[in-house]
């Protein structure tokens, strides 16, 4: 199976996004597996309980950053796969037309969990060179010895073999499940289209409205990813405002840093397969004499709400999440100071969304008024 370099960059966003769930994992585990040796050397009521504090967060972070990171790309992995599908339903046809079972061109998308691998493998190395600095961080206030980092191998076959395993797994069989189709409609590039109506009547409702509701009803994973990408950027940056309150610095620039990234990455990918898939439909309006801004209020205006709902929630995902920390984790400890919802946080980096999110809706619009009806024919 061929993979071309467009193929590669878009699984590009799923090597950065395990990249990141390793790394944040990495952090984590490996320190609640190297300060364990201290535990019974512990002679302070204050060492103890913030050694059980820091166990707690570990676990904490890594279950809930890792899994939602896990998840996020399990699905992206999935979109791919289907993506690859339906853009080489022809050679996958003839295919099976000549023979070739299910299972055995399915084998041949294990090379998907390669992104898997190489994500991974280099969230897991650069959280190797930063842990010396972050067991300083976590133990700012001297009362533990200084602990060694050690590697830990059963933490590599965790973090970054088995998961490489599960995804190519995962790649295999759901190709296996979306090739058990017969060989003709593969080859025709068949694809389901489900008619829903909506209450509305057609003649209740503009040309350009019924097609920004078609937009969204058609393109169900760009609205999860750029929902996510909003909700990256809402929870991420408001929660390192906190984190440098609460925590330190350093931590509060690990996770604006890891949220940027993924804000970018899934909305890139998001946005740039919009512009791709619609392509034809913005050329014909082109044709029609629509203008270049309700062509782009067509395609790319139908997300805006999603954004802004994705932002909202990441808002009250991050106030959730903190709360929860410091009223049950840090419970026992003292001079750690209230948790409550940071309006400052929220009126720097909503007004900053949104000069980000549009200015990105305004190049892609751009790349939509190039787009004609003579180029798309002509491929």
Not at 94 to 119: E, H, P, Q, Y
Request: hydrophobic share 50%.
């Amino acid at each position: 199976m061929l993979i071309n370099v467009k193929s590669l960059l878009k699984l590009f966003g799923v090597s950065i996004v395990m990249c990141c769930a390793a790394f944040v994992c990495t952090l984590f585990l490996s320190y609640n597996m190297d300060i364990a040796g201290i535990k019974d050397s512990l002679s302070s009521d204050a060492a103890v309980t913030l050694y059980n504090a820091l166990i707690t967060t570990g676990k904490v972070t890594a279950a809930v950053a890792g899994g939602c990171l896990v998840i996020t790309s399990a699905v992206l992995l999935l979109f791919y796969v289907k993506n690859y599908i339906d853009s080489h339903g022809r050679d996958l046809g003839i295919l099976k037309a000549l023979g070739c079972s299910n299972m055995k061109t399915a084998l041949r998308f294990w090379v998907f969990g390669l992104s898997v691998l190489a994500g991974c493998a280099a969230g897991f190395a650069a959280a190797y060179l930063y842990l010396p600095a972050f067991y300083k961080l976590q133990n700012a206030e001297k009362l533990f010895p200084d602990i060694a980092v050690k590697f830990h191998f059963s933490l590599f076959l965790c973090l970054v073999i088995l998961p490489s395993a599960v995804f190519s797994l995962l790649a295999i069989f759901y190709a296996w499940y979306k090739l058990k189709k017969p060989p003709l409609e593969l080859l025709k590039n068949a694809h389901e289209i489900k008619n829903k109506r909506n209450k509305q009547s057609d003649k209740e409702r503009s040309f350009l409205s019924e097609l920004r509701s078609n937009t969204l009803r058609g393109k169900k994973s760009a609205v999860f990813f750029i929902a996510f990408s909003a909700f990256c950027f809402s929870a991420m940056t408001q929660m390192s405002f906190s984190m440098k309150k609460l925590a330190s610095a350093q931590m509060a620039f690990i996770m604006i840093t890891i949220g940027l990234v993924l804000a970018f990455v899934t909305l890139f990918l998001s946005l740039s397969s919009v512009v791709k898939e619609h392509a034809k439909t913005v050329a014909l309006l082109e044709a029609f004499g629509y203008t270049p801004k309700e062509r782009s209020k067509a395609v790319l205006g139908a997300y805006r709400p999603v954004s802004y709902i994705g932002f909202a929630v990441g808002t009250l995902y991050q106030y959730g999440l903190l709360k929860i920390m410091m009223s049950l984790v840090y419970a026992d400890i003292q001079n750690i100071a209230s948790y409550g919802f940071d309006f400052v946080a929220l009126a720097i980096f909503l007004p900053l969304f949104v000069a980000v999110y549009e200015l990105m809706m305004f190049a892609y619009s751009l790349k939509i008024k190039k787009t004609s009806l003579k180029k798309i024919m002509t491929e």
